[in-house]
T-cell receptor, first 111, second 114 residues
Framework: DVKVTQSSRYLVKRTGEKVFLECVQD?????MFWYRQDPGLGLRLIYF???????EKGDIPEGYSVSREKKERFSLILESASTNQTSMYLC??????????FGDGTRLSIL | GNSVTQMEGPVTLSEEAFLTINCTYTATGYPSLFWYVQYPGEGLQLLLKATKADDKGSNKGFEATYRKETTSFHLEKGSVQVSDSAVYFC?????????????FGAGTRLAVHP
């Protein structure tokens, strides 16, 4: 079974902090994704990566950046956290035309 | 553009009732369609999928049929259980030949009571 592991289930940070969310997958998948999930809006794609050091903007990239230095790890970075970035963040990975596999999510609160 | 519209929740049912959650889509070309489920405190799990018109996806007693003529992919289950209580997301992957982006609906919360 594919395992996608997000480093934290819950995280509380302060406005203006630089925040790192980490995601690791164990199946050598080429593609990795970061989404945020908000009530009534479903999941929205922030960034994705199709290879090491490669990244593409999703639908809502503003205020975020990403890093993929190794194939198994995809990091989401909030450069200067703001309260409107309080949300549930979900990481996913995928190989070829197979469905995406999701981690359990990180619930991030920005105070 | 590409989009997915789901019926608003919450949907509240008694155990053993019949479930339908409506999903319609707008897409260019021939998308693949998915239902994902999110149990409390967990990430999303793929429930079922269909990749072409008239395909029926099924899993754990749930079914959905890819209807191109009505651009729909409604989720059904004949007899729900309390353990089916979760949020259900309809999603599509556009046929683009490019990156494999998933587009989600807003989600429908299902609550099943004994």
């Amino acid at each position: 079974d594919v395992k996608v592991t997000q480093s934290s289930r819950y995280l509380v940070k302060r406005t203006g902090e630089k925040v790192f969310l980490e995601c690791v997958q164990d199946m050598d998948h080429e593609n990795m994704f970061w989404y945020r999930q908000d009530p009534g809006l479903g999941l929205r794609l922030i960034y994705f990566s199709y290879d090491v050091k490669m990244k593409e903007k999703g639908d809502i990239p503003e205020g975020y950046s990403v890093s993929r230095e190794k194939k198994e790890r995809f990091s989401l970075i909030l450069e200067s956290a703001s309260t409107n970035q309080t949300s549930m963040y979900l990481c996913a990975s995928r190989q070829g035309n197979q469905p995406q596999h999701f981690g359990d999510g990180t619930r991030l609160s920005i105070l | 553009g590409n989009s997915v519209t789901q019926m608003e929740g919450p949907v509240t049912l008694s155990e053993e009732a019949f479930l339908t959650i409506n999903c319609t889509y707008t897409a260019t070309g021939y998308p693949s369609l998915f239902w994902y489920v999110q149990y409390p405190g967990e990430g999303l799990q793929l429930l079922l999928k269909a990749t072409k018109a008239d395909d029926k996806g099924s899993n754990k007693g749930f079914e959905a049929t890819y209807r191109k003529e009505t651009t729909s992919f409604h989720l059904e289950k004949g007899s729900v259980q309390v353990s089916d209580s979760a949020v259900y997301f309809c999603a599509l992957t556009p046929f683009s030949g490019g990156y494999n982006k998933l587009i989600f609906g807003a989600g429908t919360r299902l609550a099943v009571h004994p």
